[in-house]
Protein backbone atom coordinates (compact mmCIF):
# COMPACT_ATOMS: atom_id res chain seq x y z
CA UNK A 1 0.00 0.00 0.00
CA UNK A 2 2.78 2.73 0.83
CA UNK A 3 4.97 2.35 -2.37
CA UNK A 4 1.75 2.74 -4.13
CA UNK A 5 0.73 5.82 -2.16
CA UNK A 6 4.24 7.03 -2.60
CA UNK A 7 4.43 6.41 -6.51
CA UNK A 8 0.85 8.27 -6.81
CA UNK A 9 2.23 11.07 -4.50
CA UNK A 10 5.55 11.61 -4.04
CA UNK A 11 5.44 15.07 -2.48
CA UNK A 12 3.83 14.10 0.68
CA UNK A 13 6.08 12.87 3.72
CA UNK A 14 5.31 9.66 5.11
CA UNK A 15 5.39 8.02 8.85
CA UNK A 16 4.20 4.15 8.53
CA UNK A 17 4.57 2.20 11.46
CA UNK A 18 3.73 -1.55 11.42
CA UNK A 19 2.61 -3.19 14.49
CA UNK A 20 4.23 -6.49 14.01
CA UNK A 21 4.52 -6.97 17.78
CA UNK A 22 0.09 -7.51 17.59
CA UNK A 23 0.11 -8.98 13.76
CA UNK A 24 -1.85 -10.17 12.34
CA UNK A 25 -4.75 -8.91 13.24
CA UNK A 26 -7.51 -10.87 11.54
CA UNK A 27 -7.96 -13.41 14.11
CA UNK A 28 -8.58 -10.88 16.99
CA UNK A 29 -12.03 -9.96 18.22
CA UNK A 30 -13.44 -6.45 17.35
CA UNK A 31 -12.67 -4.83 20.99
CA UNK A 32 -9.21 -5.78 20.64
CA UNK A 33 -8.91 -5.11 16.88
CA UNK A 34 -9.97 -1.20 17.96
CA UNK A 35 -7.35 -0.99 21.00
CA UNK A 36 -4.92 -2.00 18.86
CA UNK A 37 -5.83 0.31 16.15
CA UNK A 38 -6.77 3.10 18.46
CA UNK A 39 -3.71 3.11 20.27
CA UNK A 40 -1.53 2.85 16.71
CA UNK A 41 -3.74 6.16 15.62
CA UNK A 42 -3.24 8.22 18.70
CA UNK A 43 0.53 7.35 18.41
CA UNK A 44 0.28 8.88 15.18
CA UNK A 45 -1.49 11.78 15.96
CA UNK A 46 1.46 12.53 18.49
CA UNK A 47 3.79 12.75 15.93
CA UNK A 48 1.91 15.47 14.59
CA UNK A 49 -0.07 13.67 11.64
CA UNK A 50 -2.97 14.93 10.61
CA UNK A 51 -4.44 12.41 8.63
CA UNK A 52 -3.86 8.74 9.30
CA UNK A 53 -4.67 5.94 6.95
CA UNK A 54 -5.49 2.61 8.39
CA UNK A 55 -3.84 0.60 5.34
CA UNK A 56 -5.27 -2.94 7.45
CA UNK A 57 -8.72 -4.06 5.79
CA UNK A 58 -9.07 -5.96 9.11
CA UNK A 59 -8.81 -2.55 11.11
CA UNK A 60 -10.69 -0.56 8.52
CA UNK A 61 -13.57 -3.54 9.12
CA UNK A 62 -13.52 -3.52 13.00
CA UNK A 63 -12.28 -0.12 13.97
CA UNK A 64 -12.46 2.77 11.56
CA UNK A 65 -16.13 3.53 12.24
CA UNK A 66 -15.99 3.47 16.09
CA UNK A 67 -13.18 5.69 15.71
CA UNK A 68 -14.61 8.18 13.32
CA UNK A 69 -17.86 8.50 15.10
CA UNK A 70 -16.73 8.77 18.34
CA UNK A 71 -12.98 8.84 19.42
CA UNK A 72 -12.19 11.44 16.11
CA UNK A 73 -15.58 13.44 17.25
CA UNK A 74 -15.09 13.59 21.30
CA UNK A 75 -11.20 14.24 20.99
CA UNK A 76 -9.31 14.81 17.73
CA UNK A 77 -12.04 16.56 15.58
CA UNK A 78 -8.94 18.41 13.49
CA UNK A 79 -7.88 15.31 12.38
CA UNK A 80 -9.11 12.40 10.04
CA UNK A 81 -8.82 8.57 9.90
CA UNK A 82 -9.37 6.93 6.66
CA UNK A 83 -9.97 3.11 5.86
CA UNK A 84 -9.03 1.01 2.46
CA UNK A 85 -12.70 -0.72 2.03
CA UNK A 86 -14.30 2.60 0.90
CA UNK A 87 -12.69 3.30 -1.63
CA UNK A 88 -12.64 0.05 -2.92
CA UNK A 89 -16.57 -0.48 -2.78
CA UNK A 90 -17.11 2.54 -4.11
CA UNK A 91 -15.68 1.40 -7.65
CA UNK A 92 -15.70 -2.51 -7.83
CA UNK A 93 -18.73 -2.75 -8.99
CA UNK A 94 -17.56 -0.58 -12.58
CA UNK A 95 -15.16 -3.78 -13.26
CA UNK A 96 -17.81 -6.95 -12.88
CA UNK A 97 -20.13 -7.76 -16.10
CA UNK A 98 -21.80 -10.39 -14.46
CA UNK A 99 -22.73 -8.39 -11.46
CA UNK A 100 -21.07 -11.18 -9.15
CA UNK A 101 -17.51 -10.04 -7.28
CA UNK A 102 -15.78 -12.63 -4.77
CA UNK A 103 -13.52 -11.11 -2.32
CA UNK A 104 -10.53 -12.84 -0.79
CA UNK A 105 -10.01 -11.63 2.87
CA UNK A 106 -8.54 -12.41 6.46
CA UNK A 107 -11.03 -14.22 8.89
CA UNK A 108 -11.75 -10.21 10.43
CA UNK A 109 -12.41 -8.71 6.59
CA UNK A 110 -15.39 -11.65 6.54
CA UNK A 111 -16.45 -12.26 9.12
CA UNK A 112 -16.93 -8.22 9.83
CA UNK A 113 -19.32 -8.25 6.71
CA UNK A 114 -18.11 -5.27 5.81
CA UNK A 115 -17.75 -5.35 2.07
CA UNK A 116 -21.24 -7.16 0.76
CA UNK A 117 -22.85 -3.96 3.45
CA UNK A 118 -20.34 -1.21 1.33
CA UNK A 119 -20.96 -2.49 -1.94
CA UNK A 120 -24.86 -2.77 -1.49
CA UNK A 121 -24.78 0.69 -0.92
CA UNK A 122 -22.94 1.72 -4.01
CA UNK A 123 -23.97 -1.33 -6.26
CA UNK A 124 -27.28 -2.90 -4.74
CA UNK A 125 -27.90 -5.15 -7.91
CA UNK A 126 -24.32 -6.93 -7.15
CA UNK A 127 -23.79 -10.30 -5.44
CA UNK A 128 -20.75 -10.56 -3.11
CA UNK A 129 -19.02 -13.69 -2.01
CA UNK A 130 -16.47 -13.96 0.68
CA UNK A 131 -13.81 -16.52 1.14
CA UNK A 132 -11.88 -16.27 4.22
CA UNK A 133 -7.82 -17.29 3.80
CA UNK A 134 -6.29 -17.64 6.85
CA UNK A 135 -2.88 -19.09 6.15
CA UNK A 136 -2.33 -16.25 3.23
CA UNK A 137 -0.68 -13.42 5.70
CA UNK A 138 1.17 -15.87 7.74
CA UNK A 139 3.11 -17.86 4.52
CA UNK A 140 3.97 -14.35 3.69
CA UNK A 141 5.12 -12.88 6.67
CA UNK A 142 7.17 -16.49 6.73
CA UNK A 143 8.58 -15.89 3.10
CA UNK A 144 7.30 -18.92 1.76
CA UNK A 145 4.44 -17.49 -0.22
CA UNK A 146 6.40 -18.62 -3.39
CA UNK A 147 6.47 -22.28 -2.24
CA UNK A 148 4.79 -24.96 -3.15
CA UNK A 149 2.49 -24.92 0.05
CA UNK A 150 1.38 -21.29 -1.06
CA UNK A 151 0.00 -22.90 -4.09
CA UNK A 152 -2.04 -25.70 -2.23
CA UNK A 153 -3.94 -22.90 -0.32
CA UNK A 154 -3.94 -20.19 -2.69
CA UNK A 155 -5.62 -23.02 -5.50
CA UNK A 156 -7.89 -24.32 -1.95
CA UNK A 157 -9.02 -20.73 -1.46
CA UNK A 158 -9.40 -19.85 -4.98
CA UNK A 159 -11.86 -23.31 -5.49
CA UNK A 160 -14.03 -22.83 -2.71
CA UNK A 161 -14.77 -18.84 -3.50
CA UNK A 162 -15.71 -19.86 -6.99
CA UNK A 163 -17.87 -22.70 -5.94
CA UNK A 164 -20.06 -20.52 -4.35
CA UNK A 165 -21.11 -18.94 -7.82
CA UNK A 166 -19.55 -20.00 -11.33
CA UNK A 167 -20.73 -16.10 -12.48
CA UNK A 168 -17.57 -14.65 -10.31
CA UNK A 169 -16.03 -12.02 -13.05
CA UNK A 170 -14.20 -9.94 -10.25
CA UNK A 171 -12.04 -10.89 -7.28
CA UNK A 172 -10.60 -8.26 -4.74
CA UNK A 173 -7.69 -8.95 -2.47
CA UNK A 174 -8.89 -7.51 0.23
CA UNK A 175 -5.85 -7.64 2.25
CA UNK A 176 -2.64 -5.63 1.90
CA UNK A 177 -0.24 -8.99 2.07
CA UNK A 178 -1.81 -10.32 -0.92
CA UNK A 179 -0.63 -8.31 -3.54
CA UNK A 180 2.50 -10.48 -3.19
CA UNK A 181 0.85 -13.64 -4.50
CA UNK A 182 -0.83 -12.08 -7.56
CA UNK A 183 1.20 -14.58 -10.05
CA UNK A 184 -0.03 -17.05 -7.78
CA UNK A 185 -3.91 -15.86 -7.71
CA UNK A 186 -3.24 -15.62 -11.36
CA UNK A 187 -1.87 -18.92 -12.19
CA UNK A 188 -5.23 -20.68 -10.10
CA UNK A 189 -7.82 -18.19 -11.70
CA UNK A 190 -9.69 -18.75 -14.67
CA UNK A 191 -8.53 -16.42 -17.47
CA UNK A 192 -11.82 -14.28 -17.51
CA UNK A 193 -11.67 -13.49 -14.00
CA UNK A 194 -10.01 -10.00 -13.04
CA UNK A 195 -8.24 -9.83 -10.02
CA UNK A 196 -7.89 -6.71 -8.36
CA UNK A 197 -5.37 -5.40 -5.18
CA UNK A 198 -6.22 -1.89 -3.53
CA UNK A 199 -2.98 -0.38 -3.89
CA UNK A 200 -3.64 1.76 -6.94
CA UNK A 201 -7.07 2.27 -6.04
CA UNK A 202 -6.66 3.67 -2.51
CA UNK A 203 -4.10 5.88 -3.71
CA UNK A 204 -5.55 7.50 -6.61
CA UNK A 205 -9.14 7.88 -3.54
CA UNK A 206 -6.48 9.52 -1.31
CA UNK A 207 -5.41 11.88 -4.10
CA UNK A 208 -9.04 12.95 -4.85
CA UNK A 209 -9.77 12.84 -1.14
CA UNK A 210 -7.03 15.66 -0.53
CA UNK A 211 -7.84 17.44 -3.73
CA UNK A 212 -11.26 17.80 -2.18
CA UNK A 213 -10.37 18.48 1.14
CA UNK A 214 -7.71 21.75 1.27
CA UNK A 215 -7.90 22.19 4.62
CA UNK A 216 -6.67 18.80 5.13
CA UNK A 217 -3.90 18.96 2.37
CA UNK A 218 -2.31 22.06 3.68
CA UNK A 219 -1.78 20.26 7.27
CA UNK A 220 0.12 17.35 5.36
CA UNK A 221 4.12 18.40 4.80
CA UNK A 222 5.50 17.99 1.50
CA UNK A 223 9.27 16.92 1.97
CA UNK A 224 8.87 13.85 0.25
CA UNK A 225 10.08 11.91 3.12
CA UNK A 226 9.86 8.49 4.25
CA UNK A 227 10.06 7.39 7.94
CA UNK A 228 9.39 3.63 9.27
CA UNK A 229 8.55 2.45 12.30
CA UNK A 230 7.55 -1.14 13.73
CA UNK A 231 6.38 -2.46 17.85
CA UNK A 232 8.68 -5.30 17.00
CA UNK A 233 12.33 -6.27 15.90
CA UNK A 234 13.13 -3.68 13.51
CA UNK A 235 15.65 -6.47 11.87
CA UNK A 236 13.20 -8.57 10.65
CA UNK A 237 11.28 -5.82 9.46
CA UNK A 238 13.83 -4.48 7.93
CA UNK A 239 14.09 -7.68 6.15
CA UNK A 240 10.70 -7.00 4.86
CA UNK A 241 10.88 -3.64 3.85
CA UNK A 242 12.27 -4.60 0.39
CA UNK A 243 9.64 -7.22 -0.72
CA UNK A 244 6.62 -4.94 0.56
CA UNK A 245 8.12 -1.33 -0.57
CA UNK A 246 9.97 -2.20 -4.24
CA UNK A 247 13.57 -1.36 -2.35
CA UNK A 248 15.18 -1.98 1.37
CA UNK A 249 14.71 0.99 3.83
CA UNK A 250 15.50 1.15 7.92
CA UNK A 251 13.26 1.16 10.53
CA UNK A 252 12.94 2.49 14.24
CA UNK A 253 11.59 0.54 17.09
CA UNK A 254 8.79 2.40 18.56
CA UNK A 255 6.74 0.94 21.47
CA UNK A 256 2.45 1.74 21.25
CA UNK A 257 0.28 0.75 23.64
Known sequence: MLKELVHTLPQYDYLYLGDNARAPYGTRSFET??????????????????????????????????IQQNDLISKFQEKRVLGVIRPTTEIIGNYSKTGNVGIL??????????YPIEIAKYFPGVKVFQQACPLLVPLVENNEYESPGADYFIKKYIDELLTQSDQIDT????????????????????????????????????????HRHPEIDSKCSKNGTIELYTTDSKDDFDRHTATFFGKALNSKHVQVG
Open 33 to 66: VYKYTLQAVQWFFGQGCSLVILACNTASAKALRT
Open 105 to 114: GTNGTVQSGS
Open 171 to 210: ILLACTHYPLLMAKFKKFCPPHIMILSQGEIVANSLSLYL
